[in-house]
């Protein structure tokens, strides 16, 4: 059995190499499995896993009906990467999306000076406790709070990063075999979670006012589920926010369920304060908040939030452990000192105003085709116009030095392969985000003539 393993992965390795060295191209077809095993003398099943492989490295993307496809960047080395937050080699990113101020290094270094005292340093390199110091939860209670809701401070744990928090918080809720409602598109990261906790995650409907009660309820009668994923403000990827009555229709649902929540608020900063209103505040007893600092501060130097139901503290703090997600004490330290000096507001404020001027731009520049965006959002949801296809249109991007993210990407149902991308618009400087979107539109277009005959 331990050859058959090694065989198969050895199989993808030398894939693997044929992507990273270009001799796969992105956008490339690999060919159907059968073919594929009779060319290399494998079993069926071992080609099954060696696209399998392929697919949880981030390498190639599948979709049913059509085929497996080289993706748009590869992944770093072993493997280890998210689906969506990593860089590429092309010259413009639009994959990448992690937004930085002007002036941002110049913002944080004061905050800095004190810890490189050496009395200072010295406490802030010590081992971190998994629920931090009295000084960060009281500070990470005050940059969550929203009118009508206040974080208690003793309800708060600290992990490296917010998909770290995301990790513990479904590997405390969920056993293997387990099933995890979502949103049809949902954050790519999660289902490289799920695969590796071994856990299901099991689609669920959304409309306008985001992921539908009756959807959770129907899912749940049909097999118990263990938990719920939602992201309700600013959605990854299509920028909805769910609706308050919605919210509202939610909370009184998993409430009559017993159905624990993960409540993902990465993206909520750039929200204002009344759409931005946590389930938390609406099912205190179910809901579990992830957040972090990331987005807000700097990709570099991060910790992931979580805010976890008083009964509940024990337990998510011993998956975050069991883990190995403890956040680092320098960086819990550091985000302690921004968060008091105003740092952390002063950031908020310049990415909110960036964030809105780069989403003009879209609306300039993709002017007539259907994108789905928020005008406070960093990333943008295109529904490619006909004949485009998810991955033809990656890779022809790909082919101008611009790297997107398929729709695919997002799908958890294999048998709904949307044919849309996400532009994450927060890496590219703003003058190469123009340019980028303005070659899109034009590829974008051409194409379409092309199909009509004009």
């Known amino acids: 059995m331990g050859e058959l393993v090694n065989d198969y992965r050895r199989i993808a390795d030398r894939l693997a190499d044929d992507i990273a060295e270009g001799r796969l191209r992105p956008g490339e077809r690999l060919p159907p499995q059968r073919a594929f095993a009779r060319r290399h003398g494998i079993a069926g099943s071992t080609a099954g896993r060696v696209y399998a492989e392929l697919v949880r490295r981030g390498l190639v993307v599948g979709e049913v009906g059509r085929g497996t496809f080289v ?27 992690y937004p930085s101020a002007p002036g941002q290094s110049e913002l944080l270094a004061p905050g800095l000076a004190p810890l490189l005292r050496p009395d200072v340093l010295t406490e802030a390199l010590r081992p971190a406790a998994v629920a931090g110091t009295p000084a960060a939860r009281e500070a990470a209670a005050g940059l969550l709070a929203t009118p009508g809701w206040r974080p208690a401070p003793e ?21 293997p075999g387990g099933r995890v409602g979502v949103e049809a598109l949902t954050y790519p990261v999660v289902k490289e979670i799920a695969a590796r906790l071994g856990i ?19 899912a749940h009668r049909a097999a118990p589920l263990s938990a719920l994923y939602v992201q309700p403000t600013l959605h990854n990827p299509t920028s909805l ?8 229709r939610l909370a009184r649902t998993v409430e009559e369920l017993n159905l624990p929540v993960v409540e993902d608020r990465i993206w909520s900063f750039l929200a204002d304060p009344p759409d931005a209103e946590p389930l938390a505040a609406l099912a205190p007893g179910l809901t579990h908040v992830v ?26 703090a011993a998956a975050v452990r069991s883990g190995g997600w403890s956040a680092g004490r320098f960086a819990v330290e550091a985000a302690v000192r921004w968060l008091a000096d105003g740092t952390v507001d002063r950031l908020v404020a310049a990415k909110r105003a960036d964030a809105e001027g780069r989403q003009r731009i879209v609306a300039e520049e993709l002017r007539g085709f259907r994108v789905r965006s928020d005008p ?59 340019r980028a979107l303005r070659t899109l539109a034009d590829v974008a277009a051409r194409g379409a003539a092309g199909r009509s005959g004009r």
């Open 291 to 316: 957040d972090g600092l990331s987005k807000r501060v700097a990709p570099g130097l991060t910790v992931g939030l979580l805010v976890v139901p008083p009964h509940r503290t024990d337990e998510v």
């Open 200 to 218: 299901t995650l099991v689609p669920l409907a959304t409309d306008e006012g985001g992921m539908c009660p009756g959807a959770v309820a129907a």
């Open 241 to 248: 926010t769910m609706s308050g009555d919605r919210r509202h």
């Open 71 to 97: 993706r748009a960047s590869p992944a770093g080395p072993g493997g280890e990467r998210g689906i969506v937050e990593s860089a590429t080699s092309a010259p413009v990113n639009l994959e990448l999306n």
């Open 376 to 434: 406070r959002a960093y990333y943008a949801w295109w529904e490619l116009p006909a004949p485009w296809r998810a991955d033809t249109f990656t890779a022809a991007a790909a082919a101008h030095g611009i790297a997107l993210t398929p729709g695919p990407a997002f799908v958890v149902d294999p048998h709904r392969t949307p044919d849309a991308v996400r532009l994450g618009l927060a890496s590219a400087p703003v003058p190469d985000l123009r």
């Open 155 to 175: 309800r708060f744990l600290f992990t490296g990063n917010a998909r770290q928090a995301i990790a513990a918080a479904l590997a405390s809720l969920v056993r």
